[in-house]
């Protein structure tokens, strides 16, 4: 069964830092390019940072360009968020997923972990 | 930036009837435009992906088209289990995007 699955949400002050942890199994995760997508209450799916199969491209939303690093670590099925400087903005679910490939291919969404920052 | 514009925020449909949901990017993404179903509560879920394919499991009234700037989903025999958010997420080009979502509702 593919899985994955986030952990490390919680309520922090603004200006406060998050690690994000998801962890996959059941696929091939070193194979695939995978994301963090957010929801802020109410609201639709935004973009948040995305990490190639083998780490070495990683791209991210302006609004987090600079305070967020996405990482990962194929060795142990982990894909990573870390989240600095954190605004009441950023307060969202945040899903770990792959990016589907063309053949082949599995796509897969973790039930999200919640991130509050308030004052 | 690829601004992608779902025709609709809300539509409500008849029992059975056949939905069409619209999304336009702002610069062609090829055929890189998948859609996604959201139900109250629960993450996201692979409808189509590369604007046409199919994903194994989901049922065949769910149909994707297009390409370029211009995709459709069409859900032919709408079911009660099909209220949900949709969604078209492009990976064509950086950074990525969601459309605004659009609201099923029956009639």
């Known amino acids: 069964q593919e899985q994955l699955v986030e952990s490390g949400g919680g309520v922090v002050h603004p200006g406060m830092s998050l690690r994000l942890s998801c962890e996959a199994s059941?696929?091939?995760?070193?194979?695939?390019?995978v994301q963090w997508v957010r929801q802020a209450p109410g609201k639709g799916l935004a973009w948040v940072a995305l990490?190639?199969?083998?780490?070495?491209?990683?791209y991210y939303a302006d609004s987090v360009k600079g305070r967020f690093t996405i990482s990962r670590d194929n060795s142990n099925n982990g894909l990573y968020l870390q989240m600095n400087s954190l605004r009441p903005e950023d307060t969202s679910v945040y899903y770990c997923?792959?990016?589907?490939?063309?053949?082949?291919?599995?796509?897969?969404w973790g039930q999200g972990t919640t991130v509050t920052v308030s004052s | 930036e690829i601004v992608l514009t779902q025709s609709s925020d809300f539509q409500s449909v008849p029992p059975k009837g056949t939905v069409t949901i619209t999304c336009r990017a702002s610069?062609?993404?090829?055929?890189?435009l998948h859609w996604f179903q959201q139900k109250p509560g629960q993450s996201p879920k692979l409808l189509v992906k590369?604007?046409?394919q199919p994903t194994p499991g989901v049922p065949s009234r769910f149909r994707g088209s297009g390409s370029g700037t211009l995709f459709t989903l069409i859900i032919n025999g709408l079911e009660p289990e099909d209220v949900a958010t949709y969604y078209c997420?492009?990976?064509?080009?950086?950074?990525?995007?969601f459309g605004q979502g659009t609201t099923l509702d029956i009639k």
């Open positions: 997923t792959n990016v589907p490939r063309l053949r082949n291919s599995v796509q897969v």
């Open positions: 059941g696929f091939s995760f070193r194979n695939y390019a």
């Open positions: 990490i190639s199969y083998d780490g070495n491209d990683k």
């Open positions: 610069q062609s993404v090829t055929y890189n």
């Open positions: 590369y604007a046409s």
């Open positions: 997420h492009q990976t064509g080009t950086f950074p990525y995007s």
